[in-house]
């Protein structure tokens, strides 16, 4: 089994920052990639920002030069440093992990999810 948990959503006013972080951990060979998804009320859940195992990284058109993701490899780890937050970013942010188990040779896996408020 592979636990993703994540943390560091909140509250924060427009043209604030926030820092999201999460952590895979269980049964995991290897990570392909990691990744960051929302979903506002109403919506569909939508991709944010990727990164493969090599670095390579892919974003939301909206979300470009706002933020940006991180991971670290040899801890499971993934980061979201969101700069310039607008009040169309308020979402539920889900991380989501690819990952190579004992089980499967790739599988993604989901967070519970972190809420994301921007509003003055």
């Known amino acids: 089994q592979v636990q993703v948990v994540e943390s560091g959503g909140g509250l924060v006013q427009p043209g604030g920052s926030l820092r999201l972080s999460c952590a895979a951990s269980?049964?995991?060979?290897?990570?392909?990639?990691m990744g960051w998804y929302r979903q506002a009320p109403g919506k569909q859940r939508e991709l944010v920002a990727t990164?493969?195992?090599?670095?390579?990284?892919n974003y939301r058109d909206s979300v470009k030069g706002r933020f940006t993701i991180s991971r670290d490899n040899a801890k499971n780890t993934v980061s979201l440093q969101m700069n310039s937050l607008e009040p169309e970013d308020t979402a539920v942010y889900y991380c989501?992990?690819?990952?190579?188990?004992?089980?499967?040779?790739?599988?993604?896996?989901w967070g519970q999810g972190t809420q994301v408020t921007v509003s003055s």
């Open positions: 990164i493969t195992s090599g670095g390579s990284t």
């Open positions: 269980g049964s995991i060979l290897n990570i392909h990639a």
């Open positions: 989501n992990v690819v990952a190579r188990t004992v089980q499967a040779y790739r599988v993604g896996y």
